[in-house]
């Protein structure tokens, strides 16, 4: 029996070399190529369509980036937080009679070709976060990548590193091209879909290793995702993308972006100011949008029978009844509020949502079905968020994401986030006081978020609606004068306690249910609808 032709884990290189070679001696100029595939990418896309291959591939977690080797096949799973533009650089050259290929890598130590002998491509950089406000039962294990090595000594880093230098074969990354002039990496301008490139912000991130996204964890890895042949249509700010690809993660990349000259001020290029030691590079073969289904560890439910999706959502009741004190009214709004989704625009109106404010929340109340009710709700949802809204917090956050002209950067707020996020508001720690402009213009965007399910994103000189699908729930004492929400429930608990054992197969069902029913299709009849 004949084995693979190519280790598409361990060597994706060998793969993206030896299908050029054989494009290439089936036509007389490489520039057939220009801007399209020679048949690397339906390679890998046969390859990864077993879900069993898939599974092998490393997620690019904080527990895994430390042990994953480079120059390997990885995915990483995250939210588009910043779109860079375009990156042109030296896609093929020739090695005297032979023509070689960068593709999927960031240069070739080995170039000595003159331009004539080059061609000039094209990618996208995406600077891509881990979700803000992940909940922990998302995450993957890394015990399911046990098989892989985990070898972490210098030792045998360096030995890797040898052995990759003297292969003669082999184009071993570098960015030793950048001096030439026929590859100097250039910047699209601003577009229609929030495109800019990075300078100096970047240098703070790749400095401290850390993501701009309020409430991450600082040791969750961003990544800088190079895209080939794709549809600018198909990405967009803030969707939430798998994508996989050949990591580049090592400190000869880091040496030889320091050899970028800075000293102007005005350098475009966007590696100088993300070292792969601390930003990851990833070039990616294939990518796919996920929806909350993607986060689900397990589906629970074989065939959704009626009776069985009444069986879960009843379950469901009774375990948030017991979180809300026995609240049989407040509890039912609380499942319509976890339910609720923007499925259609009318002019300003957003066409299902469903904000919940729950009143009589005093500080007492709260500490004692506040936390209850954020961890309850932490483990149901994938994506949460929680806001104690004080006049420090108004007068000082940054809630909205500001375009930054000194550093051409989107620098993120934190109402940059994924759709499908929920947001709890405390308005219980809201005393007297007095709001700075920052405080007035951020109670303006907590309302127009509330009430259109829309964030102005701000470019200075303009800004740009940028739609919204966020579930909002309000904990104030009375009606909460900020935020105008849908629907204004008291909540009168009639028990204090709100434990209640829960298995992790309720659990997983319950998910279930709620990421299901969220996406079905509904049409509203012609009669209601004038109502």
């Given at each position: 029996m004949v084995g693979p032709q190519y280790d598409f884990l361990a060597n994706?290189?060998?793969?993206?070399?030896?299908?050029?070679?054989?494009?290439?001696?089936s036509v007389p100029d490489p520039s057939a190529f220009d801007g399209r595939d020679w048949?690397?990418?339906?390679?890998?896309?046969?390859?990864?369509?077993?879900?069993s291959r898939l599974s092998q591939v490393p997620l690019l977690t904080p527990a895994t980036i430390q042990w994953v080797k480079p120059n390997t096949l990885v995915r990483f799973r995250g939210m588009i937080q910043d779109m860079l533009g375009n990156e042109f650089y030296v896609g093929a050259y020739k090695d005297g009679s032979v023509w070689r290929t960068n593709k999927f890598m960031d240069a070739s130590q080995s170039l000595t070709a003159s331009s004539a002998d080059m061609r000039i491509w094209e990618r996208r950089l995406l600077y891509c976060v881990p979700v803000p406000g992940l909940s922990p039962w998302t995450q993957v294990s890394t015990e399911e990548f046990g098989h892989l090595s985990m070898d972490r000594t210098s030792e045998n880093r360096e030995k890797r590193r040898r052995e990759d230098d003297e292969s003669s074969d082999m184009p071993v990354s570098g960015d030793e091209v950048q001096n030439s002039p026929n590859t100097k990496r250039m910047r699209e301008g601003e577009h229609s879909s929030l495109a800019s490139n990075s300078r100096g912000a970047a240098t703070e991130i790749a400095s401290s290793g850390t993501s701009l996204v309020s409430g991450l964890d600082?040791?969750?890895?961003?990544?800088?995702?190079?895209?080939?042949?794709?549809?600018?249509s198909e990405l967009k700010l803030n969707d939430i993308f798998e994508?996989?690809?050949?990591?580049?993660?090592?400190?000869?990349?880091?040496?030889?972006?320091?050899?970028?000259?800075?000293?102007?001020?005005?350098?475009?290029?966007p590696l100088c100011h993300l070292p792969p030691s601390k930003v990851p590079y990833?070039?990616?073969?294939?990518?796919?949008?996920?929806?909350?289904?993607?986060?689900?560890?397990?589906?629970?439910?074989?065939?959704?029978?009626?009776?069985?999706?009444?069986?879960?959502?009843e379950a469901l009741l009774r375990h948030l009844t017991a979180v809300l004190g026995n609240d049989d009214f407040a509890t039912h709004f609380m499942l319509l509020h976890l339910l609720s989704n923007v499925h259609a625009r009318a002019d300003d109106l957003a066409v299902g949502k469903l904000s919940l404010n729950l009143t009589c929340f005093s500080k007492e109340i709260v500490s004692v079905f506040g936390k209850p009710l954020s961890a309850a709700l932490k483990n149901l949802l994938p994506f949460t968020?929680?806001?104690?809204?004080?006049?420090?917090?108004?007068?000082?956050?940054?809630?909205?994401?500001?375009?930054?002209?000194?550093?051409?950067?989107?620098?993120?707020?934190?109402?940059?986030?994924?759709?499908?996020?929920?947001?709890?508001?405390?308005?219980?720690?809201?005393?007297?006081?007095?709001?700075?402009s920052v405080g007035v213009e951020n109670t303006r965007l907590l309302k127009n978020l509330m009430e259109l399910q829309k964030v102005e994103y701000d470019f200075k000189y303009y800004k740009v609606d940028m739609a919204t699908d966020f579930q909002l729930l309000v904990l104030s004492?009375?009606?909460?004068?900020?935020?105008?929400?849908?629907?204004?429930?008291?909540?009168?608990?009639?028990?204090?306690?709100c434990s209640e054992a829960v298995t992790a197969e309720?659990?997983?069902?319950?998910?279930?249910?709620?990421a299901t029913v969220r996406q079905l299709s509904h049409t509203i009849e012609p009669e209601m609808q004038k109502v």
């Open positions: 994706p290189l060998g793969a993206v070399r030896s299908t050029f070679d054989a494009a290439v001696a048949g690397v990418l339906p390679l890998f896309q046969h390859f990864l369509s077993d879900p600082s040791n969750s890895p961003p990544c800088l995702v190079k895209i080939y042949d794709s549809p600018d994508f996989v690809g050949i990591l580049t993660s090592d400190l000869e990349l880091e040496e030889d972006n320091e050899d970028c000259d800075l000293s102007d001020g005005i350098s475009e290029d990833l070039h990616c073969f294939i990518h796919r949008k996920l929806a909350v289904h993607d986060f689900l560890q397990h589906n629970p439910i074989v065939e959704p029978r009626p009776n069985l999706v009444r069986e879960i959502r968020f929680y806001i104690p809204l004080t006049v420090e917090y108004l007068n000082t956050v940054s809630l909205v994401p500001k375009k930054n002209y000194d550093t051409n950067r989107l620098e993120t707020g934190v109402f940059q986030l994924a759709e499908g996020s929920h947001l709890i508001v405390d308005e219980t720690k809201l005393e007297a006081g007095t709001l700075n004492e009375g009606k909460s004068n900020i935020l105008p929400a849908d629907v204004i429930v008291p909540f009168r608990p009639s028990a204090t306690s309720a659990l997983e069902a319950w998910r279930w249910y709620l």
